[in-house]
């Protein structure tokens, strides 16, 4: 009876009751666009750190990444890499040979990070392939070709089939210096790695690195890093361990371990449904407690003539309580459904943030931002309007329930 009441109420002043049902829908679809936006963009940055930077996991040998030199290589290397690609959830591995070194031109010079690989592997590791926008991709052709980024180019003042001087030191401690050919330059829409990172081919690398007078040592043998893709992101962290209790004496990585900001904004995303939630429901609160108030203040009357036969003050403010419940209950789906086509519509196409790329770049984050939300937020939404809607209902019920019958009745 006291529901079939309260769903009566707010159909009294219709125009009122839709313009709060249109604000909490509203509200939803506020909530539920902008944390698809902003798991987005942090989507985006860890993405693009994994497929161009740091893959899934990597492999070295404990003091490279102490001291970062190249005499500390992987032991066995084939043999470590043949056992990983026999490892069940693995998708690709590259094997790297890698060397801080100078990359100089006619124009200027500049510290990088020199990455010899095999150009086949490599592509199945990162997308370093796809993100070539003038020239070619590595090949087996030619002699000491190398790829440089678009921002490194513009630095150096070179272009595609310039040549370009790469000076470093190999494992017998000596300066080197070697002649490369730019085949093709690539942006990876993160400028902090572009500008320090060119890659090579591993073989004409090693042969740089491995002094004549070294014997001890083939080409194909030279590796410091062993990249790889798994299948499931999930199980990132099982094949890490596996991993890691094969090659005791190596240290295995995953890219949470490589780079804690990934780690610390993946695990922001759970928080930021929450934030953008709490605040759109706190301006909901106070739209509800408005329009309930409203709506007991013009019945003060009636409510008193309630009370008087009989009604009790608990059947009042539950009547109050559930005006204010159905509310929420009403505009509930709309909202969802709104934020759920916002979300699935974006996510296939994205959004075009290509006027802000420069910014983002800087930033590692793609200027195509792609919505994307975690099933359970949709939960926490709808969880979270109804309890705004029972909260917010809770004043204006108090004030009913303190009304005098006697002085209610002659209220005009």
Do not use: C
């Not at 001291?67 to 084939?78: F, G, Q, S």
């Not at 003050?313 to 929420?328: D, N, P, Q, T, W």
């Not at 939300?373 to 004030?399: C, E, H, M």
């Amino acid at each position: 009876m006291i529901l079939i009441m309260a769903w009566r109420n707010i159909w009294r002043s219709m125009t009122r009751s839709l313009v709060v049902m249109g604000a909490i829908a509203v509200g939803i679809w506020a909530a539920l666009s902008l944390t698809g936006f902003a798991t987005g963009m942090v989507k985006s940055y860890v993405n693009n750190a994994v497929q161009n930077i740091v893959s899934h996991i990597q492999v070295h040998q404990p003091e490279f990444l102490d001291e970062n030199e190249v005499k500390y290589n992987i032991p066995d290397a084939e043999a470590v890499e043949q056992a990983i690609r026999a490892e069940p959830g693995v998708k690709a591995v590259s094997v790297r040979s890698v060397v801080n070194g100078m990359i100089s031109s006619s124009k200027g010079a500049r510290g990088v990070s020199i990455k010899g690989v095999i150009p086949e592997e490599e592509a199945r590791v990162n997308a370093l392939d796809e993100n070539i926008v003038e020239g070619d991709y590595l090949s087996g052709e030619g002699r000491n070709p190398i790829l440089v980024s678009s921002e490194l180019a513009k630095k150096l003042n070179v272009k595609v089939r310039s040549k370009v001087v790469l000076n470093f030191q190999d494992r017998g401690g000596s300066i080197t210096a070697a002649a490369f050919r730019i085949v093709g330059i690539f942006d990876t829409d993160n400028n902090p790695f572009d500008l320090s990172h060119v890659f090579v081919r591993r073989n004409d690398l090693n042969s740089l690195l491995i002094p004549a007078a070294d014997s001890s040592l083939a080409v194909e043998g030279l590796a410091h890093e062993i990249a790889l893709m798994v299948d499931d992101i999930r199980q990132v962290n099982l094949i890490a361990a596996s991993l890691s209790s094969k090659f005791p004496n190596l240290k295995v990585q995953t890219y949470r371990e490589i780079s804690p900001d990934l780690e610390l904004y993946e695990g922001q995303i759970k928080n930021i449904s929450l934030i953008y939630l709490t605040v759109i429901m706190l301006a909901l609160v106070f739209g509800i407690i408005n329009t309930m108030l409203m709506a007991v203040l013009e019945r003060i009357k009636e409510l008193g003539m309630l009370m008087a036969i009989g009604m009790n003050k608990l059947r009042v403010f539950l009547m109050i309580v559930l005006e204010s419940a159905l509310l929420g209950l009403v505009a509930m789906p709309v909202g969802l459904l709104l934020g759920y086509i916002t979300i699935e519509y974006v996510g296939a196409n994205g959004i075009d943030m290509s006027m802000y790329a420069k910014g983002l770049e800087s930033f590692g984050m793609s200027s195509i931002i792609y919505f994307e939300l975690d099933p359970i937020v949709y939960l926490q939404v709808a969880v979270g309007v109804f309890l705004t809607a029972i909260l917010a209902s809770i004043y204006p019920a108090l004030k009913a329930i303190r009304l005098k019958p006697v002085e209610a009745l002659r209220t005009i």
